[in-house]
């Protein structure tokens, strides 16, 4: 009985660590996510919204043949956006400033054909 005890203690405090999600830190100093077997790094500022797209090796891949929204939610605020292909980008802009903290779940569809989706905090 006690190593039972032992064993749903240990997992207990082992199960919400391994949950937690680090993001990776892209080129541009923003949070980067995989999506549709792209490496995507997320910039806002102000209202507009850019989301870098890399190959796994950080070198930038074309958007051309991408779409993609995002979805911006602050509080009981939402709105989405219809992101526009741009280099190695895909970017929109927001109604009003995206605030700190706002919540930000993007949906792509490679040249490709894959589709994916992340979830980012500003």
Do not use: C, W, Y
Request: aromatic share 4%; proline share 4%.
């Amino acid at each position: 009985m006690k190593k039972i005890l032992l064993v749903a203690s240990a997992l207990l405090f082992t199960v919400p660590a391994l949950a937690q999600h680090a993001h990776e830190k892209g080129p541009n100093g923003g949070p980067m996510e995989d999506v549709a077997g792209v490496d995507v790094e997320m910039i806002a500022k102000g209202k507009t919204i850019t989301f870098n797209v890399f190959d796994e090796a950080k070198k930038p891949v074309s958007t051309a043949g991408f779409s993609g929204t995002a979805l911006l939610t602050a509080g009981s605020d939402r709105e989405v956006l219809t992101l526009v292909a741009e280099g190695n980008a895909l970017k929109a802009d927001a109604k009003k400033d995206i605030a700190p903290g706002s919540a930000v779940t993007v949906t792509l569809k490679a040249a490709d054909g894959k589709s994916g989706q992340a979830k980012f905090k500003n």
